[in-house]
C-alpha cells in the first residue's frame, strides 16, 4: 500500500510526525545533556595515560613533549591559516589539533598546549613517567631521578618510587598533623581570644570595667598565649620534619627541579597501572573530591565545604518553610473565609513562586542584611562594631532568603493535599464530637502529610539549585572554617558559606586557570545534578506511596 | 407469668464537673488553635506581600523631591563685604573672604569666628576676583585691583581631643605669600579669573578692567630630594577680545577657554597650541538680547553652565563631530521661575548645581536627569552669595542685608529622573543623545549613565530568543505527547522532561557558556544545518515510514513515532557537524566567524544570543510543556471522539477541536514561560558577555536587568542612587513577572471553569 505525497500531506501526517520530532528533539537534548555531564564529570577521576612524543617545532627543532592529551579536534586548515599557524602548503583540507595538558605550570609558564598532531612524531607511553599533585602550580609530569633527605640523595634509580611513595606516606601523615593543629587548635585559640576581645568591648562599652572581671580576662587570655606557644613550637617541630625529604624530577625540557615533599599530595605513575589499579585510584580520587577541602584557587583537591555548605543552608531553610508553609496553607484551606479574598491570596501565592529568584536576593539583602542584619548588631552586637556581625551576608539570611522564596511551592502543595482529602472525612470527625482543631490534628494532616512532604522535598530541591540568590545573600568562593565546628556556640549563622552551585559558576567562570577546572567543574555539576534528581525522584515517589495509601479514602 | 423487665439505660451523666472542664479545656485548644493558625497563616502571606511594599520602599526615595530647611540665621561676621563663601566636608566651619583681604573662618552654625586672616597684600589693594581651580580642590585664584594675582588654598584639620571632633582651618599659599603680577604693564584690576593647578602646571588667565586677557604657565619642577616645588613660567599668548569680558573659565586640560562677552556671547578658544591660540567658535550661549549673568563648570569641567537674565540656565558641552572636529552644543536648558539669577554654584560629588535668585530662592537642579529637585523661595531679600557644603547636604548663603543663613539640604537622589531612566540623554563628551547604562567608574567626576533601556531591552531579547527556541519544541512535543502519544510512553516521557525543570539554571548555564559557546562557535554551519535538516529529515523519514509495508511498519504500534524519531534526530545531529567543517570550507571560505564579519558585516561574540536562547530554552522548555501538555489532555474526551467519529483526521481533530479548546491553555503557559526567561539570572550571567548593548543581532550578547543586579549588587553603595535604581530594577522585574503570571493564572482559572461547562 503506497500512499502518494499528496494524500499523506492532506492527512496532516506531515505535522504529527513533526510534533513527534520536538518530543524527540528535547527528549535527546535531556537525556543528552545529562549524559554529556554524566561522562565528563565522571571520566575526570580516571587516570589518564601520559604520553611522550617529540615535538617538531616551526623552525624544524625536535623537542620533547609529555603530557595528557586531553580534548582533540580536527581543525579546517584555512581558519588556521588565518589566525596565523605556519601550516606547509599541501596539507589536507584538515589537521587533527590536540590539546595536551602538559602541567608543570612552574617550569613552563602554561599548563595546556595546543598542538597540531601532525607534529607529534614517535608517540610513546613509559610506564616510569609519572605525574605528583601538589599542593600549588598544578600537576608536574615527569620522570623521578632522586630521593633526598636533608640534601643528601637516599635513592635514585628504579629503587627511588618504592623510597618516594612511603616517604609520600609520611609526609602526608605530617602534613595532616599541621593542618589539625593550624585549623582546629590554633583557630580554636584566636576564637576563644576573639571572643575575650569582644567581651571586654562590651564590658567597655557597658562601663563596668571592673578590675574583677578584667584580671579574668587578662588571665585567660594569658592562658590562651601558653596554648599558643605550645602549638607554635609543635608547628616548629612538625615543620621541620616534613620539609626534611624532598626529590629531584626531570621535566619534559630536561629541567631538573626539586620538590619538596610537603608540597606533594600523591604521586603515581599511570602508564604502568593495571586495570584493578586504575580503579582503585579512581575511587581514591572520588573520595578525595567529597571529602577534601578544595587546593589551588578551588581548581584542584574536593569539594567537601561545598557540600556542606549546601546541605546545611538547605536543612536550615527547610526547617524554617515547613511549618510556616503548612501554617499558611492550612489557614487558607481550612480557617479562611473560602471567598474573593481567599481567592486573590492563592492567585498571589502561586505566582510568587513566578517571582525570579534574584527578586527574593535583592530583597534578602535590602530588607534581612542592611536593614534587620544591621539593627540586631545595634541591639546585640555593639562589641563587634564598626566590623558587622548579622549586617553582612551569611547562612541564616541565605537560610531565609530562600525559604521565603520556596515557601509558595510548600504552601501550594500543602493545599493541593488538603484539597483532596474528601469532605466526609471531616465531616465523620466532626459529627463523633471532635473539634475541628482536633479533626486537623487527627484527620486531616495525617492524611495531607504526604503532599506536605512531597512540597518540602520540592522546596529542597529548588533550594540547593539555586545561586542567583545566594550570589546576594551569604555564599563566597572559598570559606576559610566551616559554620558548624567546635567551637561555642557550634552552629555560626552569621558566617558565610560555599555552596555548590555558586561554586560551579565561581570555578567556571571567575578562575584564572579555567581550562584546568572545567573536569572539576563538571564533576561538582554531576554531584549537584544527582542530588537534585534523587531529591526530586523521591519527591515523586513518596507522593505516589502515600497516594496509593490512602487511595481507599478517596471515594 | 409476665414480667416486666425493665433494662435500665445506664445512667450517664455528661455533666460532671470532670467531663465539663473535659470539654472546655478541649473547646480552648480548638480556639487556641484557631487563632494561632489564623494568626500564623496571615503573617506568612503578609511577610510575602511584605516584598512587594519594600522593594516600592526602596524605590521611592528615588523619586522624591528635595527638601530644604533652616538651621541658623546670623550677622555676617566680621567686617567688609563677601566676594567669596565656601563651607568645608562636615559643614561645621565655613571660610568667608572679603574685599578688602580678610579671610574668616567661622563656624556654620552660629558664627562665631574660629579664626581670622589678612592676605599680604599692601593696604589699599582690594581683591577683586576670585575663582575655585576645580570644585572640591579647595583651591583658589584671586586677583587684586593691583593686576596682581595670589593663589591659596583652605584646608582644614581634624583631630580628636577627648574623643570629640576638632575641626582647625588652615590656610595655606602653595605658591608663596608673594602675588604673582599678571597685568605687568598697566597694572590694571583683574576682573575675572580662572585657574587650573594639577601636578605638573599651574596656569592662571586673569581679564583686566579693559577686557584684556592676561596668562601666566608655570610648570612645576619638583625637587626630588627635597620635593620643594619650584615653578618655571614659560610663553602663553592670550587671544584678543572684543566686547566686555563677564566671566572666564578653563577646562581641566587647559586646552578649552571659555570667556563670556556682553551680548550674552560666549567664545571657546583652543588652547593646544598656548602660543597660538584659536577661536574655535562663538556662540550665542543665552537667548538673544539677553545678558549672561553668570557662568560656571559642571563637576568635571566639561559641561558650562551659563545663566542669562531671563532665568534660563543653558548646558553647553563641546561635542566631537564626524570629522573628529569639536563643536559646542547646547545640551540642555534649565528655566528657573521668576527669572532673575544672581548667582549659580555646582554641587562637588555629583553633576549638580543650584542657582539663587534676586528675590532670595533657591533652585536645585541636575544636569543628567534633566530635573529640579526644588525650588523655594527661602528668604524675602535677594541672595548675593551661596555656596554648598561638599557632601550637598547643607547650605550657606549671604543676603543682601549681610545675614548669613545656614540651611539644611535633603537632596539624595536628584541624578535619577523617571525621563532619564527611560529615555535618551545626551551624556558628557557623546555625539548625541543614546541609552546607556554605566554605573560606575574609576574617577570622581564621573557622569553615570542610569539608562534602565539597554537592560529591558537585553532582557527582552534574551526572552525572544529563548521562546523562539522554546515555544515549538514544547508547545509542538506538548500536543503530540497528549494527544497522539501512546499512554506507556508519555508515562516515562512526561517525568523525563519535567526532570528538565529540576536542572539548576547554573548548571545549564555553565554548559551553555563552556561547552556549547565553544561548540557552536567552531561547528556553527553545523548549527544551522541543524535548524534546516531536522524538520526536512523529519518529516522524509514520517514519509518513508508511511510507504514501509506493513509488516515492518505495524511492528511499532502508533503512538510511538516519537520514539523512533529519537535515532533519525541523533542521526541527523550527527551527520550536521560531520558536515560542518565541509559546509565551512565550501560556502564560508573556510571559516564562517571571519565570513560573517567580513562579508555580511555581522559582529559575532562567542556568548551570544543564540547561546542564551538554546540553553534558557532549555530551561522554558519543561514550564510550557507541561502547562500545555496538561491543558490539551484535559480537553473533554467526548469532544474528539465527535470529531474523530464525524470523519476528521486526527491532526484535523487536533487543529479544528483540540486547539481552539486549549488555547487559553496554551497562551498561559507560554505566559509562564516568558515570565520565567524575563528573570532568568544565572543563564545570562554565564552565557553571554553581559554588555549593555542594545542590538537585535543573534550573535551578540546582551546584559540583562537579572544579570545587572547580580553583577552590580554586591557593590553598590548601600542607600546611593545607584543601590536603589538596581531595586528598582528587581521591583520591575517582579512586577513583570507577577502580571503576567497573574494574567496567566486568569486565563487558565477561566479555562477550567469553561470545561467544566462543557
Given at each position: 500500500m503506497r500512499v502518494s505525497v499528496k494524500e499523506w500531506t492532506a492527512k496532516g501526517d506531515p505535522w504529527v510526525w513533526l510534533n513527534a520530532g520536538a518530543v524527540a528533539i528535547s527528549l535527546v537534548m535531556v537525556l543528552g545533556l545529562l549524559l554529556l555531564i554524566a561522562v565528563r564529570g565522571l571520566s575526570h577521576f580516571w587516570p589518564h595515560s601520559i604520553m611522550e612524543a617529540e615535538y617538531i617545532g616551526d623552525d624544524g627543532k625536535v623537542s620533547l613533549l609529555i603530557g595528557e592529551i586531553v580534548e582533540s579536534e580536527d581543525v579546517p586548515t584555512e581558519q588556521l591559516r588565518h589566525s596565523g599557524v605556519k601550516v606547509p602548503e599541501g596539507e589536507g583540507e584538515f589537521l587533527e589539533r590536540l590539546l595536551i595538558k602538559t602541567g608543570n605550570r612552574d617550569v613552563l609558564g602554561f599548563d595546556f598546549r595546543w598542538v597540531l598532531a601532525a607534529k607529534l612524531r614517535d608517540r610513546r607511553y613509559p610506564e616510569e613517567i609519572m605525574a605528583i599533585e601538589r599542593r600549588e602550580w598544578g600537576n608536574f609530569y615527569g620522570y623521578l631521578e632522586d630521593v633526598k633527605e636533608s640534601g643528601n640523595v637516599v635513592a635514585s634509580g628504579p629503587e627511588a618510587w618504592e623510597e618516594f611513595q612511603s616517604r609520600i606516606d609520611r609526609a602526608l601523615a605530617l602534613h595532616e598533623e599541621i593542618y589539625d593543629i593550624e585549623k582546629h587548635q590554633i583557630g580554636s585559640v584566636n576564637y576563644t581570644l576573639e571572643r575575650l576581645r569582644l567581651k571586654e568591648r562590651r564590658l567597655e562599652l557597658e562601663g563596668d570595667k571592673s578590675p574583677q572581671v578584667m584580671a579574668d580576662i587578662s588571665a585567660e587570655r594569658a592562658e590562651q598565649d601558653v596554648i599558643y606557644q605550645a602549638l607554635q613550637e609543635k608547628l616548629a617541630d612538625l615543620y621541620s620534619q616534613v620539609n626534611r625529604d624532598a626529590i629531584t624530577a626531570r621535566a619534559m625540557n630536561g629541567n631538573v627541579i626539586e620538590i619538596p615533599l610537603s608540597k606533594i599530595v600523591r604521586a603515581f605513575q599511570p602508564n604502568g597501572m593495571g586495570l584493578f589499579e586504575k580503579i582503585g585510584f579512581y575511587f581514591s580520587k572520588v573520595w578525595e573530591f567529597i571529602s577534601d577541602d578544595p587546593r589551588e584557587a578551588n581548581t584542584e583537591g574536593g569539594i567537601f565545604p561545598a557540600i556542606f555548605g549546601t546541605v546545611l543552608m538547605v536543612i536550615i531553610m527547610s526547617v524554617m518553610v515547613t511549618p510556616l508553609g503548612v501554617v499558611a496553607a492550612v489557614y487558607l484551606r481550612e480557617y479562611a473565609h473560602q471567598g474573593a479574598l481567599t481567592r486573590i491570596i492563592r492567585i498571589a501565592v502561586n505566582n510568587l513562586a513566578g517571582v525570579p529568584s534574584i527578586v527574593y536576593g535583592v530583597f534578602g539583602l535590602g530588607f534581612f542584611i542592611y536593614f534587620l542584619g544591621s539593627n540586631i548588631d545595634d541591639a546585640f552586637y555593639p562589641e563587634a562594631l564598626p566590623s558587622p556581625t548579622f549586617g553582612t551576608p551569611g547562612l541564616m539570611w541565605a537560610s531565609i532568603t530562600l525559604a521565603i522564596l520556596t515557601l509558595p511551592v510548600v504552601i501550594v502543595a500543602t493545599e493541593e493535599g488538603l484539597a483532596r482529602i474528601p469532605r466526609s472525612m471531616r465531616e465523620g470527625s466532626l459529627a463523633l464530637g471532635a473539634t475541628k482543631a482536633e479533626t486537623l490534628w487527627r484527620v486531616v494532616i495525617p492524611m495531607a502529610s504526604p503532599a506536605m512532604m512531597t512540597g518540602v522535598i520540592l522546596a529542597i530541591a529548588r533550594a540547593a539549585g539555586e545561586v542567583a540568590p545566594l550570589m546576594l545573600v551569604g555564599v563566597v568562593?572559598?570559606?576559610?572554617?566551616?559554620?558548624?565546628?567546635?567551637?561555642?556556640?557550634?552552629?555560626?549563622?552569621d558566617q558565610k558559606f560555599m555552596h555548590l552551585g555558586f561554586h560551579i559558576y565561581d570555578v567556571g567562570?571567575?578562575?584564572?586557570n579555567v581550562e584546568a577546572a572545567r573536569p572539576l567543574v563538571y564533576a561538582t555539576a554531576l554531584l549537584l545534578v544527582a542530588v537534585i534528581a534523587l531529591l526530586n525522584l523521591s519527591a515523586v515517589a513518596i507522593r505516589n506511596r502515600l497516594r496509593e495509601k490512602y487511595k481507599a479514602l478517596e471515594m | 407469668m409476665n414480667e416486666v423487665v425493665t433494662a435500665k439505660a445506664p445512667e450517664l451523666d455528661f455533666d460532671t464537673p470532670q467531663l465539663k472542664r473535659y470539654r472546655s479545656a478541649r473547646a480552648l485548644k480548638d480556639k487556641i488553635a484557631k487563632w494561632s493558625i489564623a494568626a500564623g497563616g496571615v503573617s506568612v502571606i503578609v511577610a510575602v506581600t511584605l516584598i512587594f511594599f519594600y522593594l516600592l520602599y526602596e524605590v521611592m526615595p528615588l523619586f522624591k523631591s528635595a527638601k530644604v530647611e533652616a538651621v541658623a540665621e546670623y550677622q555676617v561676621p566680621a567686617e567688609g563685604s563677601t566676594l567669596f563663601l565656601a563651607v568645608e566636608e562636615q559643614a561645621e566651619k565655613a571660610l568667608r573672604l572679603t574685599a578688602d583681604g580678610q579671610i574668616v573662618f567661622f563656624n556654620?552654625?552660629?558664627?562665631?569666628?574660629?579664626s581670622q586672616y589678612r592676605l599680604p597684600v599692601p593696604d589699599g589693594i582690594s581683591v577683586t576676583s576670585v575663582n575655585e581651580a576645580a570644585a572640591g580642590t579647595r583651591t583658589l585664584g584671586l586677583g587684586f585691583s593691583d593686576g596682581s594675582v595670589i593663589v591659596i588654598k583652605h584646608n582644614y584639620k581634624i583631630t580628636w581631643p577627648d574623643n570629640q571632633r576638632l575641626i582647625t582651618p588652615v590656610l595655606e599659599y602653595p605658591y608663596g605669600e608673594e602675588p604673582l603680577v599678571l597685568d605687568k604693564d598697566n597694572g590694571q584690576a583683574i576682573k575675572s579669573i580662572a585657574i587650573r593647578d594639577n601636578d605638573d602646571f599651574l596656569f592662571i588667565i586673569a581679564s583686566t578692567q579693559n577686557n584684556q586677557l592676561r596668562a601666566s604657565y608655570f610648570e612645576k619642577n619638583e625637587n626630588f630630594i627635597t620635593g620643594e616645588v619650584t615653578l618655571e613660567e614659560s610663553d602663553v599668548v592670550m587671544p584678543a577680545i572684543n566686547g566686555e569680558i563677564i566671566s572666564m573659565q578653563l577646562t581641566p586640560d587647559t586646552r578649552w577657554l571659555y570667556v563670556a562677552t556682553g551680548n550674552g556671547k560666549l567664545d571657546m578658544y583652543d588652547l593646544k597650541n598656548r602660543m597660538f591660540p584659536d577661536l574655535n567658535a562663538r556662540v550665542d550661549a543665552v537667548a538673544p538680547g539677553t545678558d549672561i549673568v553668570d557662568m560656571r563648570f559642571l563637576l568635571g569641567g566639561i559641561s558650562l553652565l551659563v545663566a542669562n537674565d531671563q532665568g534660563a540656565i543653558v548646558q553647553w558641552f563641546p561635542v566631537r563631530d564626524i570629522d573628529n572636529e569639536f563643536h559646542l552644543e547646547a545640551v540642555r536648558q534649565f528655566q528657573v521661575e521668576g527669572g532673575k539669577v544672581s548667582q549659580l554654584g555646582i554641587e562637588e560629588r555629583r553633576k549638580g548645581f543650584f542657582a539663587v535668585t534676586v528675590d532670595g530662592e533657591l533652585g536645585l537642579y541636575n544636569s543628567t536627569a534633566s530635573r529640579e529637585a526644588l525650588f523655594e523661595d527661602l528668604v524675602d531679600v535677594e541672595i548675593a552669595h551661596a555656596t554648598m557644603a561638599p557632601r550637598a547636604n547643607f547650605m550657606l548663603f549671604e543676603t543682601t542685608d549681610e545675614r548669613i543663613h545656614f540651611w539644611k539640604v535633603e537632596n539624595e537622589h536628584p541624578d535619577v529622573s523617571w525621563s532619564a531612566l527611560w529615555n535618551e540623554v545626551w551624556y558628557e563628551g557623546y555625539e548625541e543623545p543614546d541609552f546607556i547604562w554605566q554605573s560606575?567608574?574609576?574617577?570622581?567626576?564621573f557622569e553615570p549613565k542610569y539608562s534602565l533601556v539597554p537592560l529591558a531591552f537585553g532582557t527582552l531579547k534574551a526572552a525572544f530568543y529563548a521562546m523562539l527556541i522554546a515555544m515549538p519544541l514544547a508547545i509542538c512535543g506538548a500536543l503530540y505527547t497528549a494527544h497522539f502519544m501512546s499512554p506507556t510512553m508519555r508515562r516515562k516521557v512526561k517525568p523525563a522532561i519535567e526532570l528538565m525543570e529540576a536542572l539548576p539554571t547554573v548548571i545549564l548555564g555553565f554548559l551553555a557558556g563552556l561547552f556549547f559557546a565553544p561548540f557552536m562557535e567552531a561547528n556553527l554551519p553545523g548549527v544551522f544545518a541543524i535548524l534546516l535538516l531536522m524538520p526536512v529529515g523529519i518529516i522524509a523519514f514520517g514519509f518513508l515510514w508511511s510507504n514501509l509495508p506493513p509488516s515492518i511498519r505495524l511492528v511499532v504500534p502508533d503512538g510511538w513515532e516519537a520514539a523512533l524519531l529519537i535515532p533519525v534526530v541523533l542521526l541527523i545531529g550527527w551527520l550536521s557537524f560531520i558536515a560542518s567543517p565541509g559546509l565551512e570550507t565550501v560556502l564560508f571560505d573556510g571559516d564562517m566567524r571571519s565570513w560573517l564579519t567580513n562579508e555580511v558585516g555581522i559582529d559575532f561574540d562567542q556568548r551570544n544570543a543564540l547561546v542564551v536562547g538554546a540553553a534558557m530554552g532549555f530551561a522554558v522548555i519543561p514550564t510550557i510543556f507541561s502547562i500545555t501538555e496538561d491543558a490539551v489532555f484535559s480537553v473533554p474526551k467526548h469532544l474528539t471522539y465527535g470529531s474523530l467519529a464525524l470523519g476528521a483526521t486526527p491532526w484535523q481533530t487536533m487543529v479544528r477541536v483540540v486547539l481552539p479548546t486549549a488555547s487559553p491553555g496554551i497562551f498561559s503557559a507560554v505566559m509562564i514561560g516568558l515570565g520565567r526567561a524575563v528573570g532568568e539570572t544565572m543563564i545570562v550571567l554565564m552565557a553571554?558577555?553581559?554588555?549593555?548593548i542594545m542590538d537585535m543581532n543573534i550573535f551578540e550578547g546582551m546584559r540583562t536587568l537579572a544579570a545587572n543586579i547580580a553583577v552590580e549588587m554586591p557593590e553598590s553603595e548601600v542607600g546611593s542612587s545607584h543601590f536603589r535604581i538596581l531595586f528598582l530594577a528587581a521591583f520591575v522585574l517582579f512586577l513583570f513577572t507577577f502580571v503576567v503570571n497573574t494574567l496567566a493564572e486568569f486565563v487558565r482559572q477561566r479555562l477550567r471553569n469553561k470545561y467544566s461547562v462543557i
Open positions: 568562593k572559598l570559606a576559610p572554617s566551616l559554620p558548624l565546628d567546635g567551637n561555642y556556640p557550634y552552629l555560626h549563622l567562570f571567575q578562575s584564572p | 556654620t552654625v552660629d558664627g562665631t569666628i574660629d560606575s567608574a574609576a574617577n570622581n567626576d553571554t558577555g553581559n554588555t549593555p
